[in-house]
């Protein structure tokens, strides 16, 4: 006998099929039609890192001394001083910056110009409170005023191309992020098995599938229906989680996962444009550490992560893919009694991308830090604008051209970090 609509509500499994998947979802009533060749640019994804990284440790401007002046006790070895053992010096980028030796995974993608890094760039917001900077930067503005919306959602709004695939826009967490709000087509997960398709008869999930394909085929839902069964046979083909591990070994945090399972949406072609990832515990008051520590392991989870990410993905799949890397204020300059630093402004900044970014080099006008060029308290000035990076990577990669109605006020100056 073939399933009702009445007996699918009573067993509760449209559940399943993510279509009344609760409040943290937007999968509920979207009409659905694939866009099987993806986006006309490339997938962004976008990785916020929440507490305010230090991007002096980051990305370390070694050959300035005052960076050793003003940190006598967390700055990181030169590169060249053999003094110290190889893990507690930087890893030189261009005879002036260096990254941090955490960041090791990602010395290869920065030689192979896949790698792009903006320094001094921040927020015009001098607020330094993390939510009052995280709110703005996910805005997409620079003060308090203006639309409450994301900046992402508002890529999505006004992106001149139809893509309305129930994971055009995904969030690996349990809520969605601020970039996202606004968003008429976004969905909340906390890992991809929230979407998969399982049949209330046990072994018999060929009547299943059968029954629904039956039920979306004779009314206003049938567009809806056949799309979100087509998405969901897609992913119950994927892999599963053991055996992508032992393709490519992602770090075993919330970041890792996350990422492999954005690299399993890219791959299975489900029309996915934005995906956002978050990462805590750059905070760090206290007990910074150098070669070692609270930073380093952060830092060290974030660049084994985006390594694994690209060779996830392949040289094609990489090649039409951006990352966006931010996070909310970099730290003081100084650093403070608690051996940590404090909450500052002008941070850095990464993209990535196999063809996108202008790699192999750090943009932006580097301020210096002698006293008289630092920010308030002493904190390093914001050169370059956030929202000129996000709106290059959005016009010229992503190819919506609508940049002055995502970032309002903008007065647009290319930073040329990406090609077009």
């Given at each position: 006998?073939?399933t009702?609509?009445?007996?699918?509500f009573?067993?509760?499994?449209l559940?399943?099929?993510?279509?009344?998947?609760?409040?943290?979802?937007?999968?509920?009533?979207?009409?659905v039609?694939?866009q099987?060749?993806?986006?006309?640019?490339?997938?962004l994804?976008?990785i916020?890192?929440?507490?305010?990284?230090?991007?002096?440790?980051?990305?370390?401007?070694?050959?300035?001394d005052?960076?050793?002046?003003?940190?006598?006790t967390?700055?990181?070895?030169?590169?060249?001083?053999?003094?110290?053992?190889?893990?507690?010096?930087?890893?030189?980028?261009?005879?002036?910056?260096?990254?941090?030796?955490?960041?090791?995974?990602?010395?290869?993608?920065?030689?192979?110009?896949?790698?792009?890094?903006t320094?001094?760039?921040?927020?015009?917001?001098?607020?330094?409170?993390?939510?009052?900077?995280?709110?703005?930067?996910?805005?997409g503005?620079s003060?308090?005023?203006?639309?409450?919306?994301?900046?992402?959602?508002?890529?999505l709004?006004?992106?001149?191309?139809?893509?309305?695939?129930?994971?055009?826009?995904?969030?690996?967490?349990?809520?969605?992020?601020?970039?996202?709000?606004?968003?008429?087509?976004?969905?909340?997960?906390?890992?991809?098995?929230?979407?998969?398709?399982?049949?209330?008869?046990?072994?018999?999930?060929?009547?299943?599938?059968?029954?629904?394909?039956?039920?979306?085929?004779?009314?206003a839902?049938?567009?809806?229906?056949?799309?979100?069964?087509?998405?969901?046979?897609?992913?119950?083909?994927?892999?599963?989680?053991?055996?992508?591990?032992?393709?490519?070994?992602?770090?075993?945090?919330?970041?890792g996962?996350?990422?492999?399972?954005?690299?399993?949406?890219?791959?299975?072609?489900?029309?996915?444009?934005?995906?956002?990832?978050?990462?805590?515990?750059?905070?760090?008051?206290?007990?910074?550490?150098?070669?070692?520590?609270?930073?380093a392991?952060?830092?060290?989870?974030?660049?084994?992560?985006?390594?694994?990410?690209?060779?996830?993905?392949?040289?094609?799949?990489?090649?039409?893919?951006?990352?966006?890397?931010?996070?909310?204020?970099?730290?003081?300059?100084?650093?403070?009694?608690?051996?940590?630093?404090?909450?500052?402004?002008?941070?850095?900044?990464?993209l990535?991308?196999g063809?996108?970014?202008?790699?192999?080099?750090?943009?932006?006008?580097?301020?210096?830090?002698?006293?008289?060029n630092?920010?308030?308290?002493?904190?390093?000035?914001?050169?370059?604008?956030?929202?000129?990076?996000?709106?290059?990577?959005?016009?010229?990669?992503?190819?919506?051209?609508?940049?002055?109605?995502?970032?309002?006020?903008l007065?647009?100056?290319?930073?040329?970090?990406?090609?077009?």
């Amino acid at each position: 006998m073939l399933t009702t609509r009445r007996g699918l509500f009573a067993l509760g499994t449209l559940s399943a099929l993510a279509l009344t998947a609760g409040p943290r979802s937007a999968l509920a009533g979207v009409t659905v039609t694939p866009q099987r060749s993806g986006p006309p640019g490339d997938v962004l994804v976008s990785i916020f890192l929440r507490g305010g990284v230090d991007g002096l440790s980051m990305i370390v401007p070694h050959a300035d001394d005052a960076y050793y002046r003003n940190r006598p006790t967390i700055a990181l070895g030169r590169p060249g001083d053999t003094r110290l053992a190889m893990k507690n010096r930087v890893l030189d980028l261009d005879g002036y910056f260096g990254l941090h030796p955490a960041l090791a995974a990602l010395k290869p993608l920065y030689a192979a110009g896949q790698l792009s890094i903006t320094h001094a760039c921040g927020s015009g917001d001098q607020t330094r409170s993390h939510f009052e900077a995280m709110a703005t930067m996910e805005r997409g503005v620079s003060s308090d005023t203006g639309p409450a919306s994301g900046w992402l959602a508002r890529h999505l709004e006004t992106a001149p191309w139809h893509n309305v695939s129930p994971l055009r826009a995904v969030s690996l967490g349990t809520i969605l992020p601020q970039s996202l709000r606004g968003a008429s087509r976004a969905t909340a997960l906390t890992t991809l098995a929230d979407l998969r398709l399982q049949s209330p008869f046990g072994s018999g999930s060929g009547r299943f599938e059968d029954s629904l394909h039956h039920l979306y085929t004779r009314d206003a839902l049938a567009e809806a229906g056949q799309e979100a069964l087509l998405v969901l046979r897609t992913l119950n083909r994927l892999p599963s989680p053991a055996l992508m591990l032992q393709k490519t070994i992602y770090p075993a945090d919330d970041l890792g996962n996350g990422l492999r399972q954005v690299a399993q949406l890219i791959q299975s072609e489900v029309g996915l444009e934005a995906a956002c990832l978050d990462q805590g515990g750059y905070d760090t008051h206290v007990a910074q550490g150098t070669s070692e520590g609270i930073l380093a392991g952060r830092l060290e989870s974030l660049g084994k992560s985006l390594a694994a990410f690209a060779a996830d993905l392949g040289p094609e799949r990489w090649g039409r893919t951006t990352v966006v890397v931010q996070s909310e204020f970099g730290r003081r300059v100084a650093e403070n009694s608690g051996l940590g630093t404090d909450h500052g402004r002008g941070g850095a900044m990464l993209l990535l991308g196999g063809k996108s970014v202008v790699g192999g080099k750090v943009h932006g006008l580097w301020p210096g830090l002698k006293p008289e060029n630092l920010d308030g308290p002493g904190d390093l000035k914001v050169t370059t604008d956030y929202r000129n990076v996000l709106a290059e990577v959005i016009s010229m990669r992503l190819k919506n051209p609508n940049t002055g109605q995502i970032f309002p006020g903008l007065e647009f100056n290319s930073p040329g970090v990406v090609h077009g």
